[in-house]
């Protein structure tokens, strides 16, 4: 492994620098600047020594970046190394552990087909996706180098643009009463952020900030794109739609509508009143109905007239007219 405590040239620079040009010759001359001067030497060339026999990994960008099917190089890099033949290996890391995608001399697992190897280690994937988004690890073990083994971890982010956002405008609202506009986008990473506008115009976080919006009362969350009127206004009426967006893109909502109008008070009472006044008069003359017999459960008709009771010597015949009887006999005085 190499020497964390060897220093740089520019400090061996200034250490065997570190008289005045006045007194050049005789720091030269002197036995203590080339008994520093031989221990420098020593430590750079043990150094040196030890870094031709260690693999050594680096990077030229350890956080890339790329929108949603773009390609993306994953740099890895190899400093030093004296093995003519190194195992070269790329790991996926998620959080169910990590996984190959270059082993062997070969892409493998979601990578296939997608990706491949620039010389020496470095990976290229040709169609970024949204699963891709992840840490990779590029490991390099070197058998007849002293330090045999390196690696390096890149933070790769897939970004994806906003679909169209789902958006919830109430098409009428009392005058007074509150109101709830809601704006739904979930493809887009990273997490999107919401803008309301009205007629056109954004709508500003805080409605004091614009001349405006100054006399609204409502409340706006850019991270949940809700906008709640607390008291709606005649002047919020007017179309609004929603935009999300991202580092990757924007999308929005086509415009809706939204009306304010008055809730008539008295018409209310008036309405109520005639309702009233109606069922009254109904009521009234359901009972008169009753009075006068109109619901009567009874008819009299032939078939259930009673026959009169027979008086002394007189006898009654049933005709065929319902209802008409004549005497069978007459009165005996």
């Known amino acids: ?195 309301w506008f009205k007629n056109m115009e954004e709508i500003p976080d805080d409605p004091k900030t614009s001349v405006k919006f100054f006399n609204s009362s409502y409340t706006l969350s850019t991270e949940t794109g809700t906008l709640k009127f607390i008291s709606v206004r005649k002047e919020d009426a007017g179309e609004y739609y929603c935009r999300a967006k991202n580092d990757a893109g924007q999308a929005q909502c086509a415009p809706q509508k939204m009306e304010v109008y008055d809730i008539d008070i008295v018409g209310i009472i008036l309405g109520v009143l005639v309702v009233v006044v109606v069922l009254l008069c109904i009521t009234v003359g359901i009972c008169c109905a009753y009075k006068q017999g109109y619901f009567s459960s009874q008819k009299q008709t032939g078939n259930n007239y009673k026959v009169p009771a027979k008086g002394d010597g007189v006898d009654y015949v049933r005709t065929e007219d319902e209802g008409d009887f004549r005497h069978k006999s007459s009165f005996v005085i």
């Open 1 to 195: 492994m190499s020497l964390s405590l060897s220093p740089s040239p520019a400090r061996l620079f200034s250490l065997l620098c570190a008289c005045t040009d006045s007194q050049i010759e005789h720091c030269i001359d002197s036995k203590m600047a080339k008994t520093r001067l031989a221990w420098l030497l020593t430590l750079l060339s043990t150094q040196c020594y030890l870094s031709v026999l260690a693999v050594v990994l680096k990077t030229n960008n350890a956080s890339p970046w790329t929108n949603e099917f773009d390609k993306v190089e994953l740099s890895c890099e190899i400093e030093s190394i004296s093995t003519i033949n190194p195992r070269i290996e790329w790991k996926k890391i998620t959080s169910g552990g990590p996984s190959y995608v270059y082993f062997d001399k070969k892409i493998s697992g979601g990578l296939e087909n997608r990706a491949v190897i620039r010389e020496p280690a470095t990976l290229l994937i040709t169609n970024a996706t949204r699963s891709d988004t992840a840490k990779y690890r590029c490991e390099v073990t070197a058998a007849d180098d002293h330090k045999s083994f390196d690696e390096i971890v890149i933070d790769l982010v897939v970004r994806v643009k906003p679909v169209v956002p789902k958006c919830s405008v109430p098409k009428s609202v009392p005058f007074g009463k509150s109101a709830e506009l809601s704006c739904v986008e979930e493809e887009g990473f990273p997490k999107s952020q919401y803008q």
